[in-house]
Structure formats: C-alpha cells, structure tokens
C-alpha cells in the first residue's frame, strides 16, 4: 500500500512540473507559434484609459528619486515607442526558442521566447498565463540597443491590472553604468 502510494505521488509530481519544448519546430513552422504578448499590451492600455484612476510614476535612478503623475496619452505613447516594430517582428524571426513550461501545482503556464543572437533587439519575453482563462497574469521583456559608448539593457515587468516596471542600465564606458527604475502604477496599487 505505502509503495502505490510513493508511486501516487511520484506520477502526480513528474506530471506537475513537465516542459513541452517548441525550440525543436523547424523554422519553418515557428511562424505559427502565436506570442500574444503587443496584443496583452494593447488591451491594457485600452483598460488603463478607461478607468477613473491616475498613473503614478515613481522613479529611482543614480541621480536621484521622483515621484509625479503621468497622463494616460503620454503613458500610452512612452507604451507604444517601448514596444516598437522590432517587438512585434522580433519573435517570428528563426532564431528565436520558444518553451512552454505548465506548472500544474501553481496553476500557470509559461511562455518564453529567448534568443542567443547578440543583434537582436529583443532578448527575452517570458508570459505566464493562467491555463483556464488564459489570461494573462504578467509580461517580462528584455530588450538590448547598442550607442557608440555603450550598450543600454531595459527590461520591463508589466502586472496585469496593476503596474509596470521598467529598470535600465546604461553602459557607458564607466565600470559600474548607470541605472534607472521606473514603476507606472494605476489604481491603488503602490510599487
């Protein structure tokens, strides 16, 4: 009895916390693997703009710490620029794994889209979603861009219903960078 058991649980574990690997679809089928992630972005803003509430921006750089009020148009414009043309092509290009991760025990799926190729502008997307609603709960993006001083990394952390997080660290020829946080927040919600 204690071993069917043991075998019970083993079995309900392996089936918890399984992946189902997209990166080996041929190139030419990866096209057809939706990442829903400007789509996501798309009916937030379109949510942000329709409630009754203010965005609050608080920052935190190396020069200092700021809080204020941001306009909705102005915060969908800052959105829109952030997830340019290179966002919405960027993970149909060839180069780029897909992996799908369902963690039956937490109840959510993970969508992550990442590349090795250092001219990407996009690293990394990650979505995790709820398998029932397939809502999605959040967004984490990693974008690169290069200047002739440097390279600047941002990474963004949207909550769905809730806040954004931009953090971005600028290279500059300086040993340690420069860094600069910035949370939108909307409703009552506080970073």
């Not at 397939?134 to 809730?162: C, F, H, M, N, P």
């Amino acid at each position: 009895m204690r071993n069917l058991i043991l075998a019970g649980i083993t079995l309900h574990a392996l089936y918890a916390c399984h992946e189902r690997r997209t990166d080996m679809v041929p190139a030419s089928d990866r096209k057809s693997l939706f990442l829903p992630a400007t789509s996501f972005i798309a009916t937030e803003l379109t949510s942000i703009d329709s409630l009754p509430v203010a965005v609050l921006r608080y920052r935190t750089s190396w020069q200092g710490n700021d809080t204020g009020i941001v306009a909705k148009p102005i915060f969908r414009k800052l959105m829109e620029g952030w997830f340019g043309k290179e966002f919405a092509e960027a993970p149909l290009h060839a180069d780029y794994r897909r992996k799908i991760f369902l963690d039956a025990t937490l109840g959510r799926v993970t969508i992550t889209c990442d590349t090795e190729d250092e001219a990407a502008p996009i690293r990394r997307v990650d979505i995790l979603m709820d398998p029932e609603t397939e809502a999605i709960r959040s967004l984490y993006v990693e974008k690169v861009s290069y200047t002739l001083d440097g390279g600047i990394i941002q990474k963004l952390y949207w909550s769905a219903g809730r806040q954004c997080r931009i953090s971005k660290t600028t290279a500059d020829g300086q040993p340690t960078g420069h860094s600069e946080d910035i949370t939108y927040a909307w409703g009552t919600v506080q970073p």
